[in-house]
């Protein structure tokens, strides 16, 4: 299973220039609002998905400046042989030195042997995903990832879509559940030709009128058309195993499940695949009740202690922190006044056994830009008061 181990971006929506290195299994983005965590979600998905359909605009590009061009590199390390075949990556083939959190051009001893998948895009709007390596640059070397390994890495992203996985499709989960198992590929066009069939033998009078004009229009202007028929075409009953999906005993399609109970039952099935990959949350709270966040987060391997699958999740919710461990959490920071080489901070916690208690009974603290401590109630009702009162008079409040 690959694992992210660095993700760069330059001038992506409201990021001028981040880095990460995220942790192998569960990272939970938080932050203030339009701090940028949604973008780091979006841009592992473009970089790894496998999706072409991605339309980019003006609006993608740092201040809507495209002369300055959108650069997301991902950093790939636990590569599996075929990754790390030498005939097909080895200019690309990189290390990673886990301790001082560098990336050689050039492994050395010790190293982890790491890809760079990068994705540009110009002025023209349009996206080049390449592999990345400075000695390939500097001998003019251009390669891209094989379609096969680039669905292989691509990500699992739970969110308002992902109705998909609940059908046989290339992509979904329970393609990958199935394996080599499920393949009715003869049953589908026989299907296909008995409904061609069954439609030729109905019989449709209304048309009759408009096919004796037509061809009246034909033989005036000398086409043979023979005996018109009105029939099905072959290519408008086409069926593939994406047209099976899963159904309830309602035969209601569980695609029109809600948004949460989507995510829970996918989270599941992704699981017991047992090779999950990459998995990306946007607001994991949406749709669910705190007891199946509590489901969902243990589906996605928040309490294991060796990762089967690595997790990226942003959140606003407490609830999603206290399920948590300190060591999981991320705190996106966008600078006021960005340094030349970032324009967002990455702070993270040591999971130290006060930071893990302030965690359980400050969740909200944690969504802060600043915490002000009082004693108690009366202390909190206090600077509430305070608050109000210069919002009222037109003044900023503590939050904002």
Same mark, same amino acid.
């Given at each position: 299973?690959?694992?992210?181990?660095?993700?760069?971006?330059?001038?992506?929506?409201?990021?001028?220039?981040?880095?990460?290195?995220?942790?192998?299994?569960?990272?939970?983005?938080?932050?203030?609002?339009?701090?940028?965590?949604?973008?780091?979600?979006?841009?592992?998905?473009?970089?790894?998905?496998?999706?072409?359909?991605?339309?980019?605009?003006?609006?993608?590009?740092?201040?809507?400046?495209?002369?300055?061009?959108?650069?997301?590199?991902?950093?790939?390390?636990?590569?599996?042989?075929?990754?790390?075949?030498?005939?097909?990556?080895?200019?690309?083939?990189?290390?990673?030195?886990?301790?001082?959190?560098?990336?050689?051009?050039?492994?050395?001893?010790?190293?982890?042997?790491?890809?760079?998948? /990068?994705?540009?895009?110009?002025?023209?709007?349009?996206?080049?995903?390449?592999?990345?390596?400075? /000695?390939?640059?500097?001998? =003019?070397?251009?390669?891209?990832?094989?379609?096969?390994?680039?669905?292989?890495?691509?990500?699992?992203?739970?969110?308002?879509?992902?109705?998909?996985?609940?059908?046989?499709?290339?992509?979904?989960?329970?393609?990958?559940?199935?394996?080599?198992?499920?393949?009715?590929?003869?049953?589908?066009?026989?299907?296909? /030709? @008995?409904?061609?069939?069954?439609?030729?033998?109905?019989?449709?009078?209304?048309?009759?009128?408009?096919?004796?004009?037509?061809?009246?229009?034909?033989?005036?202007? =000398?086409? @043979?058309?023979?005996?018109?028929?009105?029939?099905?075409?072959?290519?408008?009953?086409?069926?593939?195993?994406?047209?099976?999906?899963?159904?309830?005993?309602?035969?209601?399609?569980?695609?029109?499940?809600?948004?949460?109970?989507?995510?829970?039952?996918?989270?599941?099935?992704?699981?017991?695949?047992?090779?999950?990959?990459?998995?990306?949350?946007?607001?994991?709270?949406?749709?669910?009740?705190?007891?199946?966040?509590? /489901?969902?987060?243990? @589906?996605?391997?928040?309490?294991?202690?060796?990762?089967?699958?690595?997790?990226?999740?942003?959140?606003?919710?407490?609830?999603?922190?206290?399920?948590?461990?300190?060591?999981?959490?991320?705190?996106l920071r966008k600078l006021e006044q960005p340094?030349?080489?970032?324009?967002?901070?990455?702070?993270?916690?040591?999971?130290?056994?006060?930071?893990?208690?302030?965690?359980?009974?400050?969740?909200?603290?944690?969504?802060?830009?600043?915490?002000?401590?009082g004693e108690g109630g009366t202390e909190v009702?206090?600077?509430?008061?305070?608050?109000?009162?210069?919002?009222?008079?037109?003044?900023?409040?503590?939050?904002?």
């Amino acid at each position: 299973m690959a694992v992210i181990r660095h993700i760069s971006i330059q001038n992506f929506r409201s990021i001028r220039q981040a880095e990460w290195f995220p942790g192998s299994g569960m990272n939970c983005l938080i932050g203030p609002g339009d701090s940028g965590k949604s973008t780091f979600i979006d841009a592992i998905d473009l970089v790894l998905g496998a999706r072409r359909s991605f339309t980019f605009s003006d609006a993608d590009f740092y201040l809507m400046n495209s002369a300055n061009p959108v650069c997301i590199s991902v950093t790939l390390g636990q590569l599996d042989d075929g990754l790390r075949n030498l005939e097909n990556y080895g200019r690309y083939l990189r290390g990673f030195n886990s301790e001082t959190k560098e990336i050689h051009d050039e492994p050395r001893a010790g190293d982890e042997t790491v890809l760079t998948l /990068r994705m540009v895009v110009g002025a023209d709007l349009e996206p080049n995903w390449c592999l990345f390596s400075e /000695r390939a640059i500097a001998e =003019g070397l251009e390669k891209r990832l094989l379609w096969k390994h680039r669905e292989q890495l691509s990500p699992t992203r739970l969110g308002a879509t992902s109705h998909h996985h609940l059908a046989w499709g290339n992509r979904s989960v329970l393609n990958k559940l199935s394996a080599q198992d499920f393949d009715i590929s003869l049953t589908l066009a026989e299907l296909s /030709r @008995q409904t061609r069939h069954n439609f030729a033998a109905q019989q449709l009078p209304q048309l009759d009128n408009i096919l004796t004009e037509v061809r009246t229009i034909a033989n005036e202007l =000398g086409v @043979q058309v023979g005996e018109l028929k009105a029939l099905l075409d072959v290519n408008g009953v086409s069926l593939s195993n994406s047209a099976i999906s899963l159904h309830n005993s309602d035969n209601t399609p569980l695609r029109m499940l809600g948004t949460g109970s989507t995510r829970l039952l996918v989270s599941g099935l992704q699981k017991a695949v047992g090779r999950p990959g990459i998995i990306l949350v946007d607001e994991a709270e949406y749709g669910l009740e705190p007891y199946r966040i509590s /489901r969902l987060l243990n @589906q996605l391997g928040s309490r294991d202690d060796e990762p089967t699958s690595q997790v990226f999740i942003t959140t606003h919710s407490p609830y999603v922190l206290r399920e948590l461990k300190a060591t999981q959490l991320c705190v996106l920071r966008k600078l006021e006044q960005p340094a030349p080489e970032h324009s967002h901070n990455f702070l993270t916690l040591s999971g130290d056994d006060k930071e893990q208690a302030t965690l359980r009974a400050c969740a909200e603290a944690f969504f802060s830009k600043a915490v002000i401590v009082g004693e108690g109630g009366t202390e909190v009702g206090f600077i509430r008061g305070l608050d109000l009162s210069r919002q009222c008079r037109g003044r900023t409040g503590f939050q904002d």
